[in-house]
């Protein structure tokens, strides 16, 4: 039997609004490829589909990939999870 995860939102994911948010506002603007490959480089499997479901909630996210996630962009985890501080 497959479980399903979800949010109560529907969403598979809590992090995929703040990482494109967070992609989006870096100062060269990184495709979703670009990450995909920032994200090979520290030996997690991605692309860019792999980036675009995770920024549109429709695939989970899994601690490993949180923690690459957060090295990137230089944020906390739980910054990924719940947004950055001075949206709060």
Known sequence: MKVQIA????QKNLC???????????EEKPSQ???AVWLQLRGIPANKNT?????AGTRA???????????????????LLHGLSTDR
């Open 61 to 79: 996210v899994k601690d490993v990939e949180l923690d690459a996630f957060a090295q990137i962009f230089h944020v906390s985890a739980d910054e």
């Open 16 to 26: 995929g609004r703040n990482i494109a948010k967070l992609r989006k506002s870096m």
């Open 51 to 55: 980036i675009q479901r995770i920024e």
């Open 7 to 10: 949010t109560i939102t529907g």
């Open 33 to 35: 490829g670009k990450l």
